[in-house]
């Protein structure tokens, strides 16, 4: 097994955990279950690097002060090879130890491999964000197709809302094996807030912050959105725009090309989560076709545009603190105008709240998780049954 494993002394008769993890946005929703987990005398808590996402990783674990216990060896550089690797590897890890629950989050590669090496183990699997669906296998590829099949073979099932647990309950998942607890996304921003010391700095309105990654953003979509920015920042040459661009070169060409000359326009390598909050913070807006902003923008009070045509998100848009505004270059330009011109439109928005969850995510599931578990004697123990059939 090509595992490097270090051991932490804990209680002998605490239930072990495993947590499996592989990339940034996975590390910043389970570390604050982490955390809370190692301060539960019945948990036993073992966190796993996948190596999915590698020197974009580590920051991040630093930032949450995490060390792992497991690092797995990336294998390869595409992702057939990463996973070839990491599922060998995970099946080491699942074989040679008595595990009493897998923890995996979102919709993730690692958090697949992670699920599916639980399965086959018969070691149950725990899904936090669990339920969230577009039911548009393309629309987040490959995100939605692996969160499904993460749902079919999972045992325990904490949804962040509402809506994703009757999505869950629709798809014949049993109502005693869901729990609605929030997001640990909002956990973690207090955390920041808490330990890194996270506040608003900018004066005045704050810049305009962008980002964009989605595959099924690539190309044109990519280049109507930069004529967008183009002609805002252009129209109010004192507003900044903060473009953190991804290094992909299908993003990172035509962004630079179309919007690198502007002189409020200011474009960046990807920040790292401190440095993403603390943007977050001094935002007026966000254009953005990231699911994790649309969460954590919230917190914040600050507007969100979508940059998609749907979102496995909608209670942002419910809740009126975002919009889906797609790629079309004059429909984002008529919202941003709106917004900037606007005051009344604008409070609306910024005073919505988060409907994601309130910062006790990470509490509530370990909660259900030590009931599950049977660590309490006068709750019943989902863990126990043999089978888990769905639908």
Not at 33 to 52: F, M, N, S
Not at 157 to 168: D, M, W
Not at 173 to 195: E, K, L, M, S
Not at 246 to 273: F, Q, R, S
Request: charged residues 20%; neutral net charge; contains cysteine.
């Amino acid at each position: 097994m090509d595992a490097r494993v270090t051991t932490r002394p804990t209680a002998a008769d605490a239930a072990p955990i495993l947590i499996v993890c592989g990339t940034r946005p996975e590390i910043i929703k389970l570390a604050p279950l982490y955390h809370e987990l190692r301060r539960q005398p019945w948990a036993r808590v073992t966190w796993l690097h996948t190596g999915q996402h590698a020197q974009m990783a580590e920051p991040i674990l630093r930032s949450f002060d995490i060390h792992p216990d497991i690092r797995l060896t990336r294998q390869g550089d595409s992702l057939l090879d990463f996973s070839l690797g990491c599922r060998a590897q995970l099946e080491g890890v699942l074989s040679a130890g008595e595990w009493a629950t897998v923890v995996v989050q979102g919709d993730t590669e690692s958090a697949f491999l992670g699920a599916l090496a639980g399965f086959y183990n018969s070691v149950p699997v725990a899904h936090v964000e669990a339920g969230l669906r577009t039911y548009n296998l393309r629309r987040p590829f490959p995100e939605e197709g692996l969160r499904q099949m993460i749902g079919r073979i999972a045992r325990l099932h904490f949804a962040p809302t509402e809506r994703s647990r009757q999505a869950l309950l629709a798809e014949g998942v049993p109502a005693q094996r869901v729990w609605v607890t929030g997001n640990t996304v909002i956990d973690a921003q207090q955390w920041v807030c808490a330990h890194r010391g996270v506040r608003r700095r900018a004066s005045g309105r704050g810049h305009l912050l962008v980002t964009m990654h989605r595959r099924e953003n690539w190309g044109q979509d990519i280049e109507r959105v930069c004529r967008a920015i183009a002609v805002i920042a252009r129209e109010q040459p004192d507003l900044r725009v903060l473009f953190p661009v991804h290094l992909n070169p299908v993003v990172h060409g035509p962004v630079h090309e179309l919007l690198a000359g502007l002189p409020n326009v200011k474009l960046t390598a990807p920040l790292d989560y401190l440095d993403m909050q603390q943007a977050l913070r001094d935002a007026w807006i966000v254009l953005t076709d990231s699911g994790g902003l649309q969460e954590e923008a919230p917190t914040f009070g600050v507007p969100l545009l979508v940059l998609r045509e749907e979102t496995e998100r909608p209670e942002a848009l419910e809740a009126g603190c975002a919009a889906i505004v797609g790629t079309s270059t004059e429909t984002i330009l008529e919202h941003v105008r709106r917004l900037w011109r606007d005051p009344v439109e604008f409070q609306r928005m910024q005073q919505a709240g988060n409907p994601f969850g309130d910062g006790t995510a990470s509490r509530q599931i370990a909660a259900h998780l030590a009931a599950g578990l049977g660590m309490f004697p006068s709750h019943a123990s989902v863990m126990q049954e043999q089978e888990h059939v769905v639908g």
